[in-house]
């Protein structure tokens, strides 16, 4: 997304509530100069057979000194049904 150099890259963790409203579960660090990041940061959640929990994944290029400033990547939807059912 950068003109002048690669982007710095993190990712924003969204899951969506029962009601749904989608909130912010956590945020990667992010990681400067890198178009293949692997982030360290990881995440836990419940999974819960029964119901169906819609997850999104937000990519952003982190472009200011104050990280407030960004340029949208793109995003993934998912749930963790499908997840905790994939191979590998």
């Not at 949208?72 to 059912?85: F, K, M, Q, R």
């Amino acid at each position: 997304m950068d003109y002048m150099s690669k982007s710095d890259p993190q990712v924003n963790f969204y899951q969506k509530t029962s009601k749904g409203t989608w909130i912010l579960i956590g945020k990667t660090e992010m990681i400067k100069d890198n178009l293949n990041p692997n982030f360290a940061k990881s995440f836990i959640i419940d999974y819960v057979f029964e119901i169906r929990q819609d997850l999104k994944f937000e990519v952003i290029d982190i472009d200011g000194p104050g990280k407030n400033q960004f340029d949208y990547i793109g995003h993934c939807y998912t749930d963790v049904g499908s997840i905790v059912g994939a191979r590998n």
